[in-house]
């Protein structure tokens, strides 16, 4: 049984900006490095963690089932066929947005938190019971944006609320980084990011294509192309995670050409 | 091994002397070469008067490390210089709150400490005193003034019941809007001056910014 397992929310107010990309190649990186994790989709509305991970034929019970007591818990985990450190928890269906209440989602993740080192909740988007569910579970936070302004507007909105629920330490992963377009200031800089959020920066995702083509063969990028761009973000947020001093990705060198344009970009502000 | 440099606090609000001026000379005068804060207890000082203070310890060989005082507006101005502030709120908030208030129009302050962030709304029956940053998508509104330890880049409504010598101030003031009483104007485009504060208020039907004055 593990002890101090860490229940950590996967968080974005607004859709699309990246949440279950990164559960999914969380779950894939913190498992290699030998911990035992468990991705739990609270997405019921629009579920695809399976999907992302390739594990979508392979399940038979949902969190539905454990709750109404029709299954055990170890039916309904799907483990991963590579990464056996891996398990999903896949959500019921979008039904189950009726009757459930937040005790029920801190039910699911105390069972969890039985086997498991790491507990990864794949939240849903927005801030209403979706959200303040899987919030009620969950210990600390990943805060997922992109540097637009609307994505990051919803960002704070969610910060606010999870630090009235005082969810701690919450973490910022800034996702869909291009450097190219920040040192032409058409994208919102880092600093301009991390300065209206005031949180501290757990890691930056660049923008990589790769991201679109392993999700449509349902196999996370941290899997098979670790030498992807986006692929050694995710891998450096999990050691990071795990309390590694990594420096932060240099965007300059992933894109090379825009040195001193986006060093200096870096120090100004355009908001 | 003495690392940490001595630190004697400087009371300028002491009743023997005529003005809190002749209070610091006279002070210092005894105190050579030394680190000091400044207690400016609750005395309202302008960015002129701090710098006039460090001026004056500067003549007398003294090295300011910072200033205290139970004035907002001392901590502001004393901030927006760049020196390290503290903010002083007395045990009894309650009688020290009433002392600062008799030169205010309004009977309650209401205090909040941290950003305000996206989609939270801050009201304040009397005056409102924030530390910490509103951000965009925030809005703070008060019937008397609103002063912001911090930037206001939300929206910000001092004297939302029609009290148009109301102000709002911050350490940096780039706003999505302003409102003061029934006025409202769109925050300003340029970059603010870095180490100023500044006031919003209104003067002759328009809703003007200002570098920070406070005395
Ligand atoms: N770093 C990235 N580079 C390129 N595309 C990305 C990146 N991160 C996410 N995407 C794409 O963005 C879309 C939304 O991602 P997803 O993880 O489903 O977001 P969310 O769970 O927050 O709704 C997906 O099509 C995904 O492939
Ligand atoms: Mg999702």
């Given at each position: 049984m593990a002890t101090?397992t860490?229940?950590?929310?996967?968080?974005s107010?607004?859709g699309g900006?990246?949440?279950?990309?990164?559960?999914?190649n969380l779950?894939i990186?913190?498992?290699?490095q030998g911990?035992?994790?468990a991705?739990l989709?609270?997405?019921?509305?629009?579920?695809?963690?399976?999907l992302l991970l390739?594990?979508e034929n392979?399940?038979?019970?949902t969190?539905?089932?454990?709750?109404e007591?029709?299954c055990?818990?170890?039916?309904?985990?799907v483990?991963h066929?590579q990464e056996?450190?891996?398990?999903?928890?896949?959500?019921?269906n979008?039904?189950m947005?009726?009757w459930?209440?937040?005790d029920?989602?801190?039910?699911i993740?105390?069972?969890?938190?039985?086997?498991?080192n790491?507990?990864?909740i794949?939240?849903p988007?927005?801030?209403?019971d979706?959200?303040k569910?899987?919030?009620?579970?969950?210990q600390?936070?990943?805060?997922?944006t992109?540097p637009e302004?609307s994505a990051?507007r919803d960002?704070?909105r969610?910060?606010?609320?999870l630090n009235t629920n005082?969810?701690?330490?919450v973490?910022?992963?800034?996702n869909?980084?291009?450097p190219k377009m920040?040192a032409?200031?058409?994208?919102l800089?880092?600093?301009d990011v991390?300065?209206?959020?005031a949180?501290p920066?757990?890691?930056?995702?660049l923008?990589?294509e790769q991201v679109?083509v392993?999700?449509?063969?349902?196999?996370?990028?941290?899997?098979n192309?670790?030498?992807?761009?986006?692929?050694k973000c995710?891998?450096?947020?999990a050691?990071?995670l795990q309390?590694?001093?990594i420096p932060?990705i240099?965007?300059?060198e992933?894109?090379s050409?825009?040195?001193?344009k986006f060093r200096?970009l870096m120090?100004t502000?355009?908001? | 091994?003495?690392?940490i440099p001595?630190?004697?606090?400087?009371n300028i609000?002491?009743?023997k002397?005529?003005?809190?001026?002749?209070c610091?000379?006279?002070?210092l005068k005894s105190?050579?070469?030394t680190n000091?804060?400044?207690?400016?207890?609750n005395?309202?000082l302008?960015?002129?008067d701090?710098?006039?203070?460090?001026s004056?310890?500067?003549?007398?060989n003294c090295?300011i490390?910072?200033?205290?005082?139970t004035?907002?507006?001392t901590?502001?101005?004393?901030?927006?210089?760049g020196?390290k502030?503290?903010?002083?709120?007395?045990?009894?908030s309650?009688?020290?709150?009433?002392?600062?208030e008799?030169?205010?129009?309004?009977?309650?302050t209401?205090?909040?400490q941290?950003?305000v962030r996206?989609?939270?709304?801050?009201?304040?029956s009397?005056?409102?005193l924030?530390?910490g940053?509103v951000?965009?998508?925030a809005?703070?509104?008060?019937?008397?003034?609103?002063i912001?330890?911090?930037?206001?880049l939300?929206?910000a409504h001092?004297g939302?019941k029609?009290n148009s010598?109301?102000t709002?101030?911050a350490?940096?003031?780039?706003p999505v809007?302003?409102?003061?009483?029934?006025?409202v104007?769109?925050?300003?485009k340029?970059?603010?001056q870095?180490g100023l504060?500044?006031?919003a208020r209104?003067d002759s039907?328009?809703i003007i910014i200002s570098?920070?004055?406070t005395?």
């Amino acid at each position: 049984m593990a002890t101090d397992t860490r229940v950590i929310l996967i968080c974005s107010g607004k859709g699309g900006v990246g949440k279950t990309t990164l559960t999914a190649n969380l779950g894939i990186s913190l498992a290699r490095q030998g911990l035992t994790t468990a991705v739990l989709d609270a997405d019921f509305g629009l579920r695809n963690l399976d999907l992302l991970l390739g594990l979508e034929n392979r399940i038979v019970y949902t969190a539905q089932e454990v709750l109404e007591e029709e299954c055990r818990l170890d039916q309904a985990l799907v483990k991963h066929k590579q990464e056996s450190n891996l398990s999903l928890l896949p959500a019921g269906n979008p039904r189950m947005l009726d009757w459930l209440k937040p005790d029920d989602m801190k039910r699911i993740v105390d069972m969890l938190k039985e086997q498991f080192n790491y507990v990864l909740i794949d939240c849903p988007a927005g801030v209403e019971d979706g959200f303040k569910n899987a919030m009620a579970a969950s210990q600390e936070a990943i805060v997922v944006t992109n540097p637009e302004v609307s994505a990051v507007r919803d960002a704070d909105r969610v910060i606010g609320l999870l630090n009235t629920n005082a969810i701690k330490p919450v973490q910022l992963v800034l996702n869909r980084v291009r450097p190219k377009m920040m040192a032409n200031q058409e994208m919102l800089s880092i600093d301009d990011v991390t300065d209206i959020l005031a949180l501290p920066l757990l890691g930056l995702v660049l923008e990589d294509e790769q991201v679109i083509v392993s999700t449509n063969r349902g196999e996370p990028l941290t899997l098979n192309s670790v030498n992807s761009p986006a692929a050694k973000c995710y891998l450096n947020i999990a050691k990071r995670l795990q309390g590694e001093d990594i420096p932060l990705i240099d965007p300059v060198e992933e894109s090379s050409g825009f040195g001193a344009k986006f060093r200096k970009l870096m120090q100004t502000k355009i908001f | 091994m003495n690392s940490i440099p001595q630190k004697i606090i400087v009371n300028i609000e002491d009743s023997k002397y005529l003005s809190w001026k002749l209070c610091l000379i006279n002070k210092l005068k005894s105190l050579k070469s030394t680190n000091i804060e400044i207690d400016c207890k609750n005395l309202d000082l302008s960015c002129t008067d701090i710098l006039e203070i460090i001026s004056i310890a500067k003549e007398n060989n003294c090295e300011i490390i910072g200033f205290c005082s139970t004035s907002l507006k001392t901590i502001v101005s004393s901030q927006s210089l760049g020196c390290k502030s503290q903010f002083i709120i007395e045990n009894n908030s309650n009688e020290t709150l009433k002392i600062n208030e008799k030169s205010l129009t309004f009977s309650k302050t209401y205090f909040h400490q941290g950003t305000v962030r996206s989609g939270e709304y801050i009201e304040s029956s009397g005056d409102l005193l924030i530390l910490g940053d509103v951000n965009p998508g925030a809005k703070v509104s008060a019937e008397g003034n609103i002063i912001i330890w911090g930037r206001l880049l939300g929206i910000a409504h001092a004297g939302n019941k029609g009290n148009s010598q109301a102000t709002i101030s911050a350490l940096q003031l780039r706003p999505v809007q302003l409102r003061i009483a029934k006025k409202v104007a769109r925050g300003p485009k340029e970059k603010p001056q870095i180490g100023l504060a500044e006031q919003a208020r209104i003067d002759s039907e328009e809703i003007i910014i200002s570098p920070l004055e406070t005395s």
